[in-house]
């Protein structure tokens, strides 16, 4: 999964560098806007269901078949809404162009609804190589695409034909490589499956309406421009959101579901996985920290500047959000929705509130306030949420304090770094900054025994991966 999204990075990098200088950032903006709404019905087409198919230990081929029509009735109804949407968006931003864009992305919602219960079935049975392949051939089919829209001159239309292709790309190839036939929507026992998939859909949509809620802030009040600004700095901070955090979960749920009862074992997989997180995915965003200034001229070339602030902040939140993506897998492998879905809704309030507060500060304060919502969730969550799972606090603190640690201590080194070599070449002064994360790194491992232990662990987890 992880050799997968190695080639999915290469493939969103290139949609970056190459639409970047292709479509103006109002282009960027204006889509922006339309999917920080539109966007909601990925997650409420699946109402959590794919979760409560790969949770379930006992589910049965008319159940999972029953999950599927469900999905199905879900996606269509909500492609009509947000097609329905169309013009009361345009009236809200102010902007024509938004009701023909929403039409058309809306049709993209039914595939990836339809999509569904197909990988589910692929992740419960371990089937990672067949989801590999799904998940490298639909962005490369949709970039291809894009690009192509791009170049006849489509200008925002290209970016909304990359997501309906990859929906579609994605709804084929699932089919394809499942290899299971649904049965005919019939009476069964679906209450629990129901009831899991509403508390996962309920936790995922206020997660969401609180990490877009921005997006649509920047829009209403700083127009397509700074919006364009805030998506493509955006773009860049998810990309290791998504290409690690997303495949690290399809093998993190099914297997922590199938051990939940033993409890010594589940928390052993879970420090692991916090252990690897915290390196592995915060290292990364540490990293994006220090390099921003070459990274972004380079990805996205001349005229990005204002982009470059934003992408900083969003990357310090990223390295509070990576430790805390395990507490997810810990409550929904032991079916703990409807718990984690009251804490989130506190949390997240929180967090939106102080969306809200940064935005006398433009697009940078919104980014700021982000970073500052996202600490504030991982103290709630290992303060008050996790003992709830059957996971030490205490442990999974303290295993998230040294690679936080060094990663900031890094990142300071590589900025100070960038500062100095500053007017040099981009692509100079971008490989003394990684030189010098580097060399940071180096010297921790040999000076503090508890990086060096650390680091020892992650070798050894990454050698029985192979």
Sequence with gaps: ??????????????????LSRLLEPADFGL???????????????????????????????????????????????????????????????????????????????????????????????????????IDIISPLIAIVAAIGAAVGGWGPWALIVQPVV??????????????????????????????????TLGVQVITYVSTNIDDVLVGKFGGPVQAGFYSRAYQLFRLPMQQVAVPAARVALPVLARIQDDKERFEAYVLRGQLLLA???????????????????????????????????????????????????????????????????FGRSVMVLMLFGGLPWGAIGVACASAAGQAVMWVLYTGLAVQRAGVSRRRLSFQALAPVTAGLSAAAVGVSTGVLCEGMVPVAQLALVLAAFAAWLGVLVLVVPRVRQDARIVLETLRRAR
């Design 279 to 345: 390196y592995g995915f915060g290292g990364t965003f540490c990293l994006l920290a220090a390099c921003t200034d070459p990274l972004i001229d380079i990805a996205l070339g001349p005229g990005w500047g204002p982009a470059k602030p934003i992408f900083i902040a969003l990357a310090v939140g990223g390295v509070f959000q990576s430790i805390t993506i395990g507490y997810w897998w810990m409550f929904q492998a032991k079916g703990l929705t409807t718990y984690l879905l009251k804490f989130s809704l």
């Design 1 to 18: 999964m992880f050799v997968a999204q190695a080639v999915r990075v290469g493939v969103q990098i290139t949609s970056v560098v190459v």
């Design 31 to 133: 889509v922006a806007m339309v999917l920080a709404i539109a966007n909601i019905a990925t997650v409420v087409g699946d109402f959590g269901l794919s979760a409560a198919a790969i949770q379930s230990q006992t589910i049965t081929q008319q159940q999972r078949s029953n999950l599927l029509w469900t999905n199905v009735v879900l996606g269509s109804s909500l492609a009509l809404v947000i097609a329905a949407l169309g013009q009361p968006l345009a009236l809200f931003y102010d902007q024509p162009k938004v009701a023909g864009l929403t039409h058309a992305v809306a049709i993209s919602f039914l595939f990836s609804a339809a999509a569904a219960q197909f990988r589910a079935e692929l992740s419960k049975n371990l089937r990672f190589g067949r989801l590999a392949a």
């Design 166 to 199: 990859l929906a579609l790309s994605t709804f084929v190839l699932s089919v394809v490589l499942a290899g299971w036939k649904p049965s005919l929507p019939r009476r069964a026992p679906m209450r629990g499956l129901y009831g899991f998939g509403a508390g």
